[in-house]
């Protein structure tokens, strides 16, 4: 039966996200992980009694601050929250003294840390001497990745558990309460129900923030998607330019290039740019990998990716995004090769370890009378003057053998360079049978 105007009234005198907050374990949704009946992690703590310090790690909206409060309940402890963003020191030594008289009376106390990265070191030490003793048990809440954002120590004393992102089930679990809650259906047709899920990416509680204003409308309103559109404003995707999803995301975009995966490309750089990721950021990445990933298999990839750069820069957003996604597409089916990134980094540590060995003298140059006594320049080969225009002489230093760091693989250009140097490898044997390496042939 409809809700009067008094019942409705009186459904939200309260903020809908707190009105519909969980009231038991079993009613918490999404996260079957740690709280399903058969296996779920903090299940098995209640059941065993062995309920220690836990560090919360998921988006905003899946229940970190009501599964910290239900497991208080369930355990029977006090719950003490704090704010990181707001409480200091002071209160904290205030919630250790109460939780100090309440353990000499026998009862537990968890303290439940919201924001718990937002602490600085001092205030993150200063928790370790009353979660080690016993006073508190420590839940911590962060979106943020405990392993930058928190202090080793902290983490060595609590177990990190993850929380996923809400799934559209379970989103629509929310949805199908509160109409049970205001004993209506919301005045949204099945298009606009499936926009609004969408548009909550995750979060319970900005599905509940979007959807109360939904019910302060009659009953008699339908809305489509258009209609929705207009009353609730459209929310960009989940992403922190300072945070995971920041990396994350251009962690993504990178292995799915690397994969050749062009479709999938465009995906993540279109997240990318409706999160607000600056495109230069993203340019100067993607030309990173036209240097790391593709290198000389495909030499025109360098060049097309600082094209694309300059292409942005004259244009700017949105006509020079376009620049940015035919680049993605460029790079994401380019023939790809990491062998001169790998060759890099092994002649490197070859020169760090032979850093004292100097050049062969025939390769350098001797402007003064007293260089050229000393042997510099002396029998140098100058390669333009050999019939194959390739002297074959040795270019590493004396006392150090020879070296192979470029090992190109068979695809695109490289296969050209790979028969070259097969090629040059043969003349040097030909032409020079010990080649300076500092061994001997069988005729010496």
Request: charged letters at 25%; proline letters at 6%; hydrophobic letters at 40%.
């Amino acid at each position: 039966m409809p809700m009067n105007e008094l019942d409705l009234e009186a459904a939200l005198a309260a903020p809908l996200a707190e009105t519909l907050r969980p009231k038991t374990l079993d009613d918490v949704v999404g996260q079957a992980p740690l709280l399903g009946p058969q296996g779920g992690r903090l299940r098995l703590m209640l059941a065993h009694g062995s309920l220690g310090s836990i560090i919360f790690w998921g988006p905003p909206g899946t229940g970190k601050t009501t599964i910290a409060r239900l497991l208080a309940d369930a355990a029977d402890m006090a719950f003490e929250p704090i704010s990181a963003v707001f409480d200091g020191v002071g209160e904290l030594r205030k919630v250790f003294d109460r939780a100090a008289e309440r353990r000499r009376q026998g009862r537990r106390t968890l303290l439940f840390v919201d924001e718990v990265h937002r602490f600085n070191k001092a205030q993150q030490d200063g928790l370790l001497p009353r979660v080690e003793d016993g006073t508190v048990t420590l839940i911590g809440a962060t979106t943020e990745n405990p392993s930058f954002a928190l202090n080793g120590a902290l983490l060595s004393r609590a177990q990190v558990l993850v929380l996923d992102r809400l799934d559209r089930a379970a989103l629509e679990t929310i949805l199908s309460r509160l109409e049970a809650h205001i004993r209506r259906d919301l005045p949204i047709d099945d298009e606009a129900r499936a926009a609004l899920i969408g548009m909550a990416d995750g979060d319970g509680r900005y599905l509940l923030n979007m959807a109360s204003l939904l019910v302060e409308m009659p009953a008699t309103t339908r809305l489509d998607s258009r209609g929705l559109a207009k009353l609730v404003a459209g929310r960009a995707p989940a992403f922190d330019r300072a945070g995971d999803q920041h990396y994350n995301l251009m962690s993504a975009l990178h292995k799915t290039l690397r994969s050749s995966d062009a479709d999938a490309g465009l995906y993540w750089l279109a997240r990318m740019l409706a999160g607000g990721e600056d495109p230069h950021y993203i340019l100067r990445r993607l030309t990173r990998f036209a240097a790391e990933d593709i290198g000389l298999a495909e030499p025109e990839a360098q060049p097309r990716a600082l094209a694309a750069w300059q292409t942005y820069e004259r244009l700017g957003s949105p006509e020079g995004d376009l620049a940015i996604a035919g680049l993605v597409i460029y790079l994401a089916t380019a023939p790809k090769s990491n062998a001169a990134y790998k060759a890099f980094k092994a002649a490197t540590k070859a020169a760090a370890q032979t850093g004292s060995f100097s050049p062969p003298a025939h390769i350098l140059n001797a402007p003064t009378k007293l260089m050229k006594q000393l042997g510099y320049g002396a029998d140098y080969a100058y390669d333009h003057d050999d019939p194959d225009g390739f002297s074959g002489k040795n270019c590493f230093p004396d006392g150090m053998d020879r070296q192979v760091f470029y090992q190109p693989v068979e695809r695109g250009y490289e296969r050209e360079i790979a028969k070259r140097l097969a090629y040059w490898d043969r003349l040097r044997a030909n032409k020079q049978p010990t080649l300076d390496t500092g061994k001997k042939t069988d005729e010496g």
